[in-house]
């Protein structure tokens, strides 16, 4: 009979993998919300300026150009957070097997096998 | 700049990359979480918000020369910052992955390493306040105009930057 208890492990994987993306999610929903709310008013912000003349012509084409960079650091932060979120996922799942198998290891009076890392760079 | 269309197969092959790279390896894919960068981003934020209260109801050429001290020190504070996240160490894994999602020559990192790029954002926003402040003066719509961008880049690094915290 195998030392670990697959249904049990299934289970905590699951549940490890819910709490990371449970979070990242909520984290990303709540930022793309209150972001996508800032690019409206910034673009309101600039018709009104146009239209009232409260913001001068040179102003006017900052505004404009900024407005574009906003949105596109906008899809970079959603994409670095998803990126993140990825990884979490995954270390959250290699955490949970190989915890699981070194209980199981040292459980039977063998040694523990070590989770090996990335190298950075 | 726009986000590069992601075919079926490229997406499959990223998916199987991805898991063949890391199967039974703790990962990595995005830069270390840096406390100090976060600390240092949290004060300066502290100062941004104080000048665009002082200055919410516009500010006339006459007192740029009072606040011309105040714009030099978050200019230099935040392009310091830029320097500092720009500086990083982002992983091989994670540079490719970001590269796949991004199409952006001029900083293939951007989708990985987003920080310099919002921080770079803070950086001309407050150079241009500076220049508009000293030469015609600033409108109230114009400050309001100013701090709405400057809160939606230094939401995007406070985002990016917590969530690299594990």
New interface residues.
């Given amino acids: 009979m195998s030392a670990i208890n697959i249904e049990e492990l299934a289970g905590a994987i699951v549940n490890a993998l819910r709490g990371e993306l449970t979070s990242g999610f909520n984290s990303v929903s709540a930022f793309a919300r209150t972001q996508a709310k800032r690019l409206a008013t910034q673009a309101a912000l600039i018709t009104e300026g146009r239209l009232s003349g409260q913001i001068d012509d040179d102003m006017l084409e900052f505004f404009d150009d900024q407005l574009k960079v906003m949105a596109r650091n906008f899809a970079r932060a959603m994409a670095e957070r998803t990126i993140i979120t990825l990884q979490r996922a995954w270390n959250a799942i290699v955490d949970t097997v190989w915890s699981s198998v070194n209980r199981a290891l040292g459980a039977a009076g063998f040694g523990t096998v070590p989770v090996p890392v990335v190298p950075i760079g | 700049?726009r986000?590069a269309p992601v075919s079926a197969w490229s997406l499959r092959a990223l998916v199987v990359g991805?898991v063949l790279?890391?199967s039974?390896?703790?990962?990595?894919?995005?830069p270390?979480y840096d406390p100090e960068l976060v600390s240092d981003l949290n004060a300066a934020n502290e100062q941004a918000l104080i000048l665009f209260s002082e200055v919410s109801q516009g500010a006339s050429t006459a007192r740029y020369a009072a606040l011309a001290p105040t714009y030099d020190a978050l200019i230099g504070k935040f392009d310091a910052l830029r320097l500092r996240a720009a500086a990083r160490?982002v992983?091989?894994?994670?540079r490719e992955?970001?590269a796949r999602?991004?199409s952006d020559d001029d900083d293939p990192s951007?989708?990985?390493?987003?920080s310099p790029?919002?921080l770079e954002?803070i950086v001309?926003?407050f150079q241009?306040m500076k220049q508009?402040n000293q030469k015609?003066g600033l409108?109230?719509?114009?400050v309001?105009?100013l701090k709405?961008?400057y809160?939606?880049?230094i939401?995007?690094?406070l985002?990016?930057e917590t969530?690299?915290k594990?």
């Fill in positions: 700049m986000l991805i790279t890391l039974a390896c703790n990962a990595t894919l995005a270390g160490e992983p091989d894994l994670g992955i970001g999602l991004c951007g989708c990985v390493n987003a790029g919002s954002a001309e926003n241009k508009n015609n409108t109230p719509l114009e309001k105009g709405n961008a809160e939606t880049s939401e995007q690094v985002l990016v969530s690299l594990s």
